[in-house]
């Protein structure tokens, strides 16, 4: 080998050694420079700067595959980061701290699109300087985010704001600005099939991305994406299974709720059942129940009482009352009350005083009370009050039957009830105009009690047989009180007065001929009575009871002639056919004035003072007329009549 051929391989040596050394790039281009000084042959310099190109070469190609795997070592950490369980929060903030540092970043940034208005916000941030970055409002059009899912690729500029190939917007660009960013990539969260998020690398200098540094963000990006998405589902499972688990509470508390109900049910029932005293059951619910209780019978009488109940008025008691079906309702003064039933038997009411409001729980207790006190009723109490309630009405029924039992029993079975059949009582009808039927019977109970009354319930309606000696006014007070009570109006008749047990049958013929004529007239929903109504009630009514109508206007006068055999109603009708003259009136009777005189002044003890009144006048001029043509027809019909002449 020549000397020259030796040095070459020298230098040749020297640049395998210093590569073998890992020397740094400086080194080699000195042996060049060494050589040059030396003044080394031309043909060893230029071996000597061929082994150097090709050493640098080695150099810059180990140096990228160095880089290379180690952001593919980063890029693995960071996948087992991502791979861990955690929250979207927690992925966000770990994917933007991660990518700033795999790509030796200044700033990294997420957005995503709202779930409402589909407009993108960014959602994370590390290393912002500024306050305008996290919540930014992306514009729709333009910008970098928007090119890259456009492109469903990386998308990237070494300047941004002096990059004119990009679409600016005014806002982002002074966020930029504010950042004091240069360089900016951004690639697409790719979630499977879909592009969500969008995920940006910045530098706050020139900065050119390199080939591998965009293949190594569009698989950040991929696989951010997909960590996202488990977090998101993530999120979503938690968030359901939290929510499974807030109804499995509520389940849970709901059936311990029940079990409890049940078991207090139970205790009360078994209370009832062992015979123990209204009072010893009632002071046992109030314990449950937290609150003051009172038990109220059929009637309205109170029962018994724990704690501290306020009188309340008892048309408030009555709502509670009227459905035996109805859930609790609030009353008058915070109180809750609930009807006590068996079956389609109402027998009382439950009235509930209590500091605090009522819950779910407390409203479902109240109504197994309510059943618990039903079983204790049936078998103490309540059994006095039915039969007592039955009593009444098949007195009623009694009194309203043809042919009717004997008046002197009846009245010793309504002075043993404390109804007196001697004093004036008048007929009252109530009859709703819908189906509230039920109710008006509940209400009925409580109010013939009240008023020291008889009821009757009849298919449509119900008979209130009331002390009074106005039917006017006792059907306008019914009116009064039922039909706020009802969700339809009610039409109510009144009549009478009567004062023993064999009138109280026609009576409540008249009540009914009056009822039929407001029907009639088309004056449903109101109240009156047969003498408001007078002659129309015949008239008008389906049934004309024609003698009914007689013995309401003159019948006291018909009686009076009859058992007395005078002639008060034949000297009626001559004052009438004489123009109200007494004079004239005795010239065709063949009496002396002083006589008519004194047989009006009789009339007037028996009719009342107002019967010369127009209206009233009418009516009995219609009365004389109808019991005169009666008369003459039943002469007609007697046995021998066709043989008078």
């Known amino acids: 080998m020549t000397e020259q051929g030796a040095r070459e391989d020298r230098g040749a040596s020297a640049v395998l050694e210093l590569l073998a050394s890992e020397a740094p790039p400086a080194r080699l281009e000195s042996l060049v420079a060494r050589a040059r000084r030396e003044h080394a042959p031309e043909a060893e310099l230029e071996s000597l700067e061929h082994a150097t190109r090709l050493g640098l070469s080695i150099h810059s190609q180990r140096e990228r595959r160095q880089q290379r795997e180690a952001g593919l070592s980063a890029l693995l950490d960071t996948t087992r980061d991502l791979v861990a369980p955690n929250d979207l929060d927690t992925v966000l903030r770990m994917v933007t701290r991660r990518s700033r540092l795999l790509f030796g970043a200044d700033m990294s940034y997420i957005s995503f ?160 059942l062992s015979g123990a005293e209204p009072h010893t059951l009632a002071r046992a619910a109030s314990r449950h129940l937290r609150g003051s209780l009172r038990v109220y019978a059929a009637n309205g009488t109170p029962l018994t009482t724990v704690g501290a109940i306020p009188e309340s008025e008892a048309a408030a008691t009555a709502v509670a009352t009227m459905d035996a079906a109805a859930e609790p309702v609030q009353v008058d003064g915070g109180m809750w009350a609930v009807p006590v039933g068996a079956g389609r038997e109402y027998l009382g009411t439950l009235l509930l005083k209590s500091e605090h409001p009522p819950a779910e729980r407390d409203h479902r207790l109240l109504r197994l009370v309510a059943q618990a006190t039903a079983v204790q009723l049936l078998l103490e109490t309540s059994r006095t009050a039915i039969a007592q309630g039955r009593a009444h009405d098949e007195l009623l029924e009694d009194l309203l039957t043809v042919p009717q039992r004997p008046p002197q029993q009846l009245e010793e079975r309504a002075r043993r009830l404390g109804i007196d059949l001697n004093a004036p009582h008048v007929v009252v009808i109530a009859r709703p105009e819908g189906e509230a039927h039920g109710k008006m019977y509940s209400w009925a109970s409580s109010y013939a009690h009240r008023m020291n009354g008889l009821k009757s319930v009849h298919t449509d309606s119900v008979v209130l047989f009331l002390p009074g000696t106005d039917p006017g006014a006792a059907a306008s007070a019914v009116s009064e009180e039922l039909s706020p009570l009802l969700d339809e109006p009610a039409t109510v008749a009144g009549a009478g007065p009567v004062s023993d047990a064999a009138a109280v049958l026609g009576c409540h013929r008249e009540a009914l001929r009056c009822l039929d004529a407001m029907t009639a007239l088309g004056s449903t929903g109101r109240s009156a009575s047969a003498r408001e109504l007078g002659f129309l009630g015949v008239l008008l009514a389906d049934d004309r009871d024609v003698a009914g109508f007689i013995d309401s206007v003159i019948g006291p006068l018909l009686t009076y002639d009859r058992e007395r055999f005078t002639e008060l109603a034949r000297t009626l009708g001559a004052y009438f056919e004489t123009g109200n003259s007494p004079t004239r009136a005795a010239q065709r009777l063949h009496v002396h004035p002083n006589t008519v005189a004194r047989r009006l002044e009789r009339i007037s003890d028996l009719l009342g003072r107002d019967w010369q009144q127009p209206e009233r006048a009418l009516e009995v001029q219609l009365a004389l007329r109808l019991s005169r043509i009666r008369q003459v027809l039943m002469e007609q019909r007697a046995p021998g009549a066709g043989e008078r002449t």
Do not use: K
């Not at 779930?115 to 970098?144: C, F, K, M, Q, W």
């Not at 790719?190 to 965009?214: I, M, P």
């Not at 991929?222 to 960590?227: I, K, P, Q, W």
């Open 113 to 272: 699109p709202h779930p409402e208005d589909g407009v993108s916000y960014v959602r994370a941030s590390d290393g912002h300087i500024s306050t305008l970055n996290v919540g930014l409002r992306l514009p729709g059009e333009g910008g970098l985010g928007n090119a890259a899912l456009a492109n469903l690729g990386p998308v990237w500029t070494p300047d941004y704001l002096e990059d004119d190939g990009i679409a600016h917007s005014a806002g982002l660009d002074e966020v930029v600005r504010a950042e004091g960013l240069r360089a900016i990539m951004a690639v697409p969260l790719s979630q499977g099939a879909h592009h969500g998020g969008v995920l940006y690398v910045a530098d706050r200098n020139v900065r050119h991305f390199t080939g591998d540094e965009v293949s190594l963000i569009s698989s950040l990006g991929h696989l951010a994406g997909l960590a996202i998405e488990r977090a998101r589902v993530l999120d979503e499972t938690n968030s359901a299974l939290r929510e499974l688990a807030r109804e499995n509470d509520r389940l849970t508390q709901a059936l311990h709720d029940a079990d409890e109900l049940a078991r207090i049910h139970r205790e009360l029932v078994d209370e009832a």
